[in-house]
C-alpha cells in the first residue's frame, strides 16, 4: 500500500461534487480551500460561456484536468448516432477551449439494445472523433461503468472492455508521457471499478501502453438510497482507494486524483463545508 498523501498537490475537483455552485463560485471555493485541480463539467461551462469559462480558468491559476463528458454514442438509428457525433466534436472543442487535456466518455447505452450492438456503435463513435482529439491536442478517455449501469448509461462495464477499444487505436500525442501518450484511453473510476479481480492487472496494462489517462475518486456507501446520486465522501464505504491509488502508480500514473461525488445529500449541504470535508477525507483516505 502506498504511503499516505501529505498534501492536496495532485487533488481535482470535478464540479459535479459542487453541482449547485456555478463555474465561477466553484473556482472560487477550491481555490480557497487550496484545491488546485477542476475538472469542469459541460453544463457549468456553457452556462458560464464558452467564451468567458475559458478566460475564467485561465486566470484562476487552477490546473483544469479535464472536461466532462462526452460519449452517449449508441443510438437506435442513424440520426442519433451521428448527433452523438457531433457532440462529442464540440466536447473536444470545449476542451481545448478551455485547456482541458482530455474529454471524458461516458459512453453511452440504449435500453433494448444488444450490448454488443451498443460496443460496437462506442467503438464506431470513439473512430468519428479520434482524429478531431488528436489535431486538437486533447486526449479521449473511456469510462468504464459499473455493470448496473449497463442498460442505459454505459455498455463499457470493465477495464478489460475499454483496453479492448483502446486496442484498435494507434493515435498518439506528440510531447505527451509514456503513461498517457495515446489519444485513446481510460479514465480509471474507483466507484465503478473497485469490485473487478482483475483491476490491478488492467490498470499495469493500461500503464504500460499509454492508456491509463485519469484516476477519480470517492466511496461506495453499503447502504445506498439510489444508485446514481448517494456516492459517498472517501472513506464512507467499502473502497480500498489507497490500495487502488498504489496500483495505478505503480503503472506508472502520475496525474491528479480526481473527486467526483454524485450525492443528492451533499448537494443539499453547505459547498464550501463539504469542499471542506473532501480535503480532509482526500488527505486521509486517499
Known amino acids: ?169 494507434d493515435l498518439e500525442l506528440p510531447g505527451s508521457s509514456a503513461v498517457d501518450r495515446k489519444v485513446v484511453g481510460i479514465a480509471a473510476d474507483v466507484y465503478h471499478i473497485w469490485w473487478d479481480d482483475a483491476l490491478e492487472d488492467e490498470l499495469v496494462l493500461a500503464g504500460h501502453h499509454g492508456w491509463l489517462h485519469a484516476f477519480h475518486v470517492c466511496d461506495w456507501k453499503l447502504v445506498q438510497s439510489e444508485m446514481l446520486n448517494d456516492r459517498g465522501i472517501m472513506g464512507e464505504g467499502c473502497i480500498p482507494i489507497r490500495t487502488i491509488r498504489g496500483w495505478a502508480e505503480s503503472a506508472g500514473f502520475r496525474g491528479f486524483n480526481e473527486v467526483e461525488i454524485f450525492s443528492t445529500k451533499y448537494w443539499a449541504e453547505d459547498q464550501d463545508a463539504l469542499v471542506a470535508k473532501c480535503a480532509a477525507a482526500y488527505l486521509a483516505a486517499v
Open 1 to 169: 500500500m502506498p504511503a499516505p498523501l501529505t498534501d492536496l498537490s495532485r487533488c481535482s475537483l470535478h464540479t459535479m461534487t459542487t453541482k449547485p455552485w456555478s463555474l465561477a463560485q466553484a473556482v472560487d471555493g477550491y481555490r480557497r480551500a487550496g484545491i488546485p485541480g477542476i475538472t469542469v463539467w459541460r453544463q457549468h461551462l456553457q452556462a458560464a460561456g464558452i467564451d468567458a469559462g475559458a478566460k475564467l480558468l485561465r486566470a484562476s491559476g487552477l490546473t483544469v484536468t479535464a472536461l466532462c463528458r462526452g460519449g452517449f454514442f449508441p443510438a437506435v438509428d442513424r440520426a442519433g448516432r451521428e448527433k452523438a457525433i457531433a457532440d462529442n466534436r464540440q466536447a473536444i472543442d470545449e476542451a481545448a477551449a478551455i485547456g482541458a487535456p482530455m474529454v471524458v466518455l461516458v459512453c453511452g447505452a440504449v435500453p433494448g439494445l444488444p450490448l454488443a450492438e451498443a460496443r460496437r456503435q462506442i467503438a464506431d463513435g470513439i473512430a468519428a472523433v479520434a482524429d478531431h482529439a488528436r489535431s486538437s491536442g486533447v486526449r479521449l478517455a473511456i469510462e468504464p461503468l459499473h455493470p448496473s449501469y449497463a442498460g442505459d448509461r454505459s455498455a463499457i462495464n470493465t477495464m478489460a472492455q475499454a483496453r479492448r477499444i483502446c486496442q484498435q487505436f
